[in-house]
T-cell receptor, first 113, second 114 residues
Framework: AQSVTQLDSHVSVSEGTPVLLRCNYS??????LFWYVQHPNKGLQLLLK??????LVKGINGFEAEFKKSETSFHLTKPSAHMSDAAEYFC???????????FGTGTRLKVLA | EAGVTQSPTHLIKTRGQQATLRCSPI?????VYWYQQALGLGLQFLLW???????NRGNFPPRFSGRQFPNYSSELNVNALELEDSALYLC?????????????FGEGSRLTVL
C-alpha cells in the first residue's frame, strides 16, 4: 500500500538560509513523487515531480528534490530561503499501478526576516 | 490555456441545506478529483471521476456525492450540511490512466456552514 510521511509539521528558517523539508514514502509499484506548494487560501501549485527519470529533480523557484530509493525518501531543498517561500508544502506519491494520489499531512514553512 | 476553474469561490449555507460546487478541468483532461481541506486537517480525498464514472471514493458519508458530465466537468453535492463541512473544497484534474502524471488544482471553493 502507498503511504507518505512528512517528518516535520512546521519548519522555520531565516531568510537566505537553506531549506530542507523531509518526505518519506512507501509504494508497492514504481512511484511517481510530487511536491506541491499552497499559499494561504489558494489552490496547490506543482513545484516539481519525479517520474523515474533523473533522480535529482529541479523545480520552480529554485527548489529541487532527490529521489533516494534505498532510503525511500524524496526531500525538498532550496539553497536560500526567500520570504515568499512561506507557505504549506505537500509531498505526494502516486503509483503507476493504481493511479491513486496519496498526500502527506503538509509542512508549514515559516521564513524569518 | 485555461487552468482548472472552480465555482463559486465562496459559498455560505446554513445547517441542513445543500451545497453544489462545480469544477471545469483543463482541456484534454478526463480525470477529476475532489478534496476537502478543513482547518488543520490537511487534504482529505473525497471522490475521483474518470471518463464519466466514479472510480474511487474517500471515507466520507453518502451525503457527499457528485458526478462527471460528458464534457468532463464535475459537480460535487453536499446534502444535509453540517457545521464540520465548512472547508476549502479543491478540485484537480489530470490525464487518464498511464498518462496521468501530475494533478492540476483549481483555486478552490470556500464553503462556510452556519
Amino acid at each position: 500500500a502507498q503511504s507518505v510521511t512528512q517528518l516535520d509539521s512546521h519548519v522555520s528558517v531565516s531568510e537566505g538560509t537553506p531549506v530542507l523539508l523531509r518526505c518519506n514514502y512507501s509504494s508497492s509499484y514504481s512511484p511517481s513523487l510530487f511536491w506541491y506548494v499552497q499559499h494561504p487560501n489558494k489552490g496547490l501549485q506543482l513545484l516539481l515531480k519525479y517520474t523515474s527519470a533523473a533522480t535529482l529533480v529541479k523545480g520552480i523557484n529554485g527548489f529541487e528534490a532527490e529521489f533516494k530509493k534505498s532510503e525511500t525518501s524524496f526531500h525538498l531543498t532550496k539553497p536560500s530561503a526567500h520570504m515568499s517561500d512561506a507557505a504549506e508544502y505537500f509531498c505526494v506519491v502516486s503509483d503507476q499501478g493504481t493511479y491513486k494520489y496519496i498526500f502527506g499531512t503538509g509542512t508549514r514553512l515559516k521564513v524569518l526576516a | 490555456e485555461a487552468g482548472v476553474t472552480q465555482s463559486p469561490t465562496h459559498l455560505i449555507k446554513t445547517r441542513g441545506q445543500q451545497a453544489t460546487l462545480r469544477c471545469s478541468p483543463i482541456s484534454g483532461h478526463t480525470s477529476v478529483y475532489w478534496y476537502q481541506q478543513a482547518l488543520g486537517l490537511g487534504l482529505q480525498f473525497l471522490l475521483w471521476y474518470d471518463e464519466g464514472e466514479e472510480r474511487n471514493r474517500g471515507n466520507f458519508p453518502p451525503r457527499f456525492s457528485g458526478r462527471q458530465f460528458p464534457n468532463y466537468s464535475s459537480e460535487l453535492n453536499v446534502n444535509a450540511l453540517e457545521l464540520e463541512d465548512s472547508a476549502l473544497y479543491l478540485c484537480a484534474s489530470s490525464f487518464s490512466g498511464s498518462k496521468a502524471g501530475e494533478l492540476f488544482f483549481g483555486e478552490g471553493s470556500r464553503l462556510t456552514v452556519l
